[in-house]
Structures are given as C-alpha cells and as structure tokens.
C-alpha cells in the first residue's frame, strides 16, 4: 500500500487546493487580515463539504515569488492556519510556493503531513534564474526530526524553463535514487493547464511504488483521461466559482468533480 492510499484511506486522492489571498507583504495584499481568513474559512467549507480526500494550502497569490518566503508571509500562514486548524477534518499539507526550505518548515510549525514544490534543479522564469537547494531542504528536514513529512516534488514547473533538458523519465529515476522521492507530480505549464497525458505515463514507467500525481490543470472534463494513469491529483483552479481563478471555491463545482472521481476508481 502507498503511503498516499494510507494516509487519504483512498486509491487515486483528489487533493483540493486552498488558496490564500495575498497576504501582508506581498504586492496585492488589499490590507485586511481578517479578509484573507474569512476568506479561506469559506474555501475550506466549499472544499471538505464537496468531498476532497486532502487538503493543501497554498500561498497562491504571493506571486512573484522568493525562493526564501518573507517573514511577514510566512507569519500570515501560520496566523490563518491557527484560525482554520480546528476546522480541517481531512489529512493537510502546507506549501510555501517556490520555496522547499520553507515548505519543510511550515509543516515543522503547523503539523502538516505533505507538502509539494519545486523542489530541484534550476530554472529560469519571469523572476530570471532560480536555483534550488536539495540537498539543504532534506537535511533541514532531518534537522528538524520530520522524517515522515512527505515531500511531493514538481518534476516539472509551472511557468518555469528547466535548464536541465534530461528526458521527464530520466529526472524521476534521479529524484529517485538520489532523493528518494515519496511523490512525483507532473505540472501543465501553468495554474489550470493540463499536463500531457503521455508525460505522466513516461514518468509511471520508471516510478514503481511511488505515487504519481497531475499536478495542474486536473477537470472534470479531462479526469476520466489523467486519474486512470495517475495516483491522484491536486485540484485548484477546476473548483473556483465561474472559472475564476482568484475566486472562491464552488462546493457543488467540487461535490460533481468528486462524484466522478469515486466512480473512477472504484475504491
């Protein structure tokens, strides 16, 4: 059994997407903390009402990103988790998005049980060169005695250009030898862009036991073409209300999404 059919209780979870508005700091913050809360209080009801096996929030709209998230974001984070916490009745992970130092130890601080990134290699984007640190953000994560925290790690990015040009399958098996990877999640070239199809089915071949997730652009038109060959998918910009990307989540979007999603697999 995967650790993700044991820690979800399900084959194939959905895992819905919590996006938090801008926070203090960041250049479209509107200036209310208690906006931002209210806010993902509403999209956690949406999400867990709709049905999602899983939870992850987000820090979707702090674009653009650092790869070392400011204090007063990561401050944010913790404030709207501690203010959603008792709520959350799904298993949750934390991302702090473009930054896999601060994915580690946001879940250090909130006891979340996955996280996802952009974990590895260098990339150029709108923001210019960017380059990860591995092998820092695994032995920050010893350090800090999170072993089981599950990292779920972007084979490829989303509005990013790899500098690595290595064939998709040729990067899992080093992710996996090298990293030991517990996920690997193929990504569309942006929010809401479907991968394709065929570069998931490239990376199952070489996976094995290591779940493989959609990473983007994951519909209910599309899902009875990505859930048969993945391990399961994360789900944001599918669930928000009129095809808004920085609205709010639409519990009867994620009920119908999650209704076609049990009658794939068929647990």
Request: with cysteine; proline share 5%; glycine share 10%.
């Amino acid at each position: 059994m995967s650790w993700t059919t044991e820690l979800f209780k399900t084959s194939k979870p959905i895992i819905g997407l919590l996006h938090l508005d801008p926070l203090p700091g960041d250049p479209f913050y509107e200036g209310s903390m208690e906006q931002v809360v209210e806010n993902a209080k509403k999209n956690l009801e949406a999400l867990q009402k709709g049905g999602v096996d899983g939870i992850l929030v987000t820090n979707e709209f702090s674009g653009p990103f650092f790869t070392d998230t400011p204090k007063p974001v990561f401050g944010a984070m913790c404030r709207v988790f501690g203010e959603i916490h008792s709520q959350i009745s799904v298993p949750y992970g934390v991302e702090t998005i473009a930054d896999g130092e601060g994915c580690v130890e946001i879940c250090a601080a909130t006891g979340a049980s996955f996280t996802r990134c952009l974990f590895t290699g260098a990339w150029v984007s709108d923001t210019g060169l960017q380059q990860r640190n591995i092998a820092r953000t695994l032995r920050l994560r010893r350090e800090l005695d999170m072993d089981d925290l599950k990292l779920c790690y972007f084979i490829n990015g989303e509005g990013s250009t790899p500098m690595d040009t290595r064939p998709l399958a040729q990067k899992a098996k080093s992710l996996l030898s090298g990293c030991r990877a517990e996920c690997l999640v193929v990504s569309g070239a942006g929010p809401g862009s479907q991968p394709d199809v065929s570069q998931i089915v490239e990376v199952q071949k070489v996976a094995g036991d290591t779940p493989v997730f959609c990473g983007t652009g994951c519909s209910e038109k599309n899902l009875d073409a990505i859930l048969p060959v993945s391990d399961g998918a994360f789900v944001g910009s599918a669930f928000k209300k009129d095809g808004i990307f920085t609205g709010l989540i639409d519990e009867e979007k994620v009920a119908r999404f999650m209704q076609k999603a049990r009658s794939l697999r068929k647990d």
